[in-house]
């Protein structure tokens, strides 16, 4: 690979970079039997229809982890592979409500992710934030009661946001605990448009008060939406490797990024859940250079916008551009 561009990586679920080998190592540490003969066959079962059945994999794999010694190794894992593909900076998704649903305490998670994100500066130069984010697929009443949860940890956590199952699962349903989270100071975004409808991307700007919006991709079909998010320059998390791997575009040249940045998006590239997605933050920018006949300027032009569209402080920002 030739020197990967510097960039910041907005959109990534740290229990989606659990490859298959960790998998297995964490599940003879705790005294698990995953329902995989080896990791040849557990690889052969990534391949998904859409978001959903990428989802039942993506639930099921992660019940492995269980103490802080497994998040802080699962984060580690991640962060050198991230340095390896040119990622500065990691604003990282997790899924608090996926292990306490199994009997893990959300400390434990906060706790274990955290003592990698820390080390992370030295060890690998990259800097970092967490992001707590709530199952769109599960009540209101749970992600009001994960926040409380969390609320001893808050000082850890940048910003919540939404997942999961889109479809069916807009986002005002989550009103209440994105207003909690504004009001103790956390930044808010969303998925929204990955799957769903563009209506789901107006609601995360209008009711949750998003400062970015995860995927987006659909929002194209709305030429009022895409007005209103050049005008206000609301940062887009795309995801293209996720994007093709889902099924939200049959081929990677189809994908709407290049129309995007024409209609003065303000577009990121990111890796998604790139254990299961077949590639990492270089990765994605590579796929689409070659699949999108993308120039450098413009590849120039994502890297930047990964910082901007950061909640980094504006000096740690400007530093990186
Ligand atoms: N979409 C929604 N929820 C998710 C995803 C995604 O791409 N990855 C992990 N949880
Ligand atoms: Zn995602």
């Given at each position: 690979?030739a020197?990967?561009?510097p960039?910041a990586e907005?959109?990534?679920?740290i229990e989606?970079t659990?490859e298959?080998?960790?998998a297995?190592?964490?599940?003879e540490?705790?005294g698990l039997?995953l329902?995989?003969?080896s ?10 229809q ?7 994999l993506?639930y099921a794999l992660?019940?492995v ?7 802080a190794?699962?984060?580690d894992?991640?962060?050198a592979?991230a340095r390896?593909?040119?990622?500065r900076h990691?604003?990282?998704f997790?899924d608090p ?11 434990t998670?906060?706790?274990?992710l955290?003592?990698?994100?820390d080390?992370?500066?030295?060890k ?8 707590m984010c709530?199952l769109?697929?599960?009540s ?5 009661r994960?926040?409380e949860?969390?609320?001893?940890h808050?000082q ?5 946001g939404l997942d ?12 209440e605990?994105f207003e909690?989270?504004?009001e ?13 409808p563009?209506a ?7 009711v949750?008060g998003?400062?970015?919006?995860d995927?987006?991709v659909r929002s194209m079909?709305d030429?009022e939406?895409?007005a209103?998010?050049?005008?206000d320059?609301?940062?887009?998390t795309v995801c293209?490797l996720?994007n093709?791997?889902?099924r939200?575009?049959?081929r ?5 990024l290049?129309?995007?940045?024409d209609?003065?998006?303000m ?7 790139p254990?299961?997605?077949?590639g990492?933050?270089e990765?994605n920018?590579t796929?689409?250079r ?8 413009t590849?120039r032009?994502l890297?930047?916008?990964s910082?901007?569209?950061?909640f ?5 920002r400007e530093?990186?551009?």
């Open positions: 690979m020197a990967p561009i960039k907005l959109h990534l679920h989606g659990l298959p080998e960790l297995f190592t964490l599940a540490r705790n039997t329902p995989f003969a990791q040849d066959d557990l690889r052969a079962a990534y391949s998904f859409d978001l959903q059945s990428f989802l039942n993506y992660m019940t982890l269980r103490t802080e010694d497994d998040f190794d699962l984060a894992a991640y962060l592979r390896e593909q040119g990622v990691a604003e990282i997790f409500q996926a292990h306490t649903a199994r009997g893990v305490a959300v400390g998670v906060i706790r274990g955290a003592r990698a994100l080390a992370a500066q030295d690998y130069g990259i800097t970092t934030r967490l992001i709530f769109r697929d599960e209101a009443d749970s992600a009001l994960t926040f949860e969390a609320r001893p808050l850890r956590i940048t910003a919540v999961s199952a889109e479809v069916g699962n807009p986002p005002a349903k989550f009103r605990v909690l989270a504004r103790a100071g956390l930044k808010r975004v969303a998925h929204a448009g990955e799957e769903g563009p789901g991307v107006w609601e995360a700007l209008d949750l998003v400062d970015r919006v995927h987006g079909e030429p939406l895409v209103r998010l050049a005008a320059r609301v940062p887009l293209p996720s093709l791997r889902l939200v575009v049959d990677l040249a189809d994908h709407p290049p129309a995007m940045l209609a003065g998006l577009v990121t590239v990111n890796s998604d859940d254990s299961y997605f077949g990492y933050a990765d920018f796929a689409v070659e699949a999108l006949g993308l120039d450098e300027e590849l032009t890297a930047r916008n910082f901007r569209a950061s980094l402080d504006e000096t740690t530093a990186y551009l």
